[in-house]
């Protein structure tokens, strides 16, 4: 059963890269409203760890093909500052912010430097 569930996970992981992403694009662009627990700068390490999974699972979706780590890595950042921009132009209740781009480079990063150190040999 475990053997089924991986196959089909890694069978998949492209599609599951692609809902990953329409999945943050959907939560940049709403309007949430107000939190209901108010912690400083939570947003900054929602934002790092949405982008480290996005980056991650890309990563490793692609691993097999012709596309090169850092395309993927340079991807998902573009997509990120595209988002942040998105939230300017498109909503008026989002604002985009130079600090949400730290913060997904961050995760970008750090998914990078998981992967490279632990899957990529693999």
């Given at each position: 059963?475990?053997?089924?569930?991986?196959?089909?996970?890694?069978?998949?992981l492209?599609?599951?890269?692609i809902?990953?992403?329409?999945?943050?694009?959907?939560?940049?662009?709403?309007?949430?409203?107000?939190?209901p627990?108010q912690?400083?700068?939570?947003?900054?390490?929602?934002h790092?760890?949405?982008?480290?999974?996005?980056?991650?699972?890309?990563?490793i979706?692609?691993?097999?093909?012709?596309?090169?780590?850092?395309s993927i890595?340079?991807?998902?950042?573009?997509?990120?500052?595209?988002?942040?921009a998105?939230q300017?132009?498109?909503?008026?209740?989002?604002?985009?912010?130079?600090?949400?781009?730290?913060?997904?480079?961050?995760?970008?990063?750090?998914?990078?430097?998981?992967?490279?150190?632990?899957?990529?040999?693999?």
């Amino acid at each position: 059963m475990l053997k089924r569930i991986k196959n089909l996970l890694r069978d998949n992981l492209v599609g599951i890269a692609i809902l990953i992403a329409i999945s943050i694009a959907i939560l940049s662009l709403i309007n949430i409203g107000k939190q209901p627990i108010q912690i400083n700068n939570l947003d900054k390490y929602e934002h790092a760890l949405a982008y480290f999974i996005l980056t991650f699972i890309c990563l490793i979706a692609f691993k097999k093909t012709k596309i090169n780590e850092y395309s993927i890595v340079f991807c998902c950042f573009i997509y990120g500052i595209i988002i942040e921009a998105l939230q300017v132009i498109v909503t008026t209740y989002r604002s985009g912010d130079v600090l949400d781009i730290v913060a997904n480079t961050t995760g970008i990063l750090i998914a990078y430097i998981v992967y490279f150190l632990f899957l990529r040999k693999i």
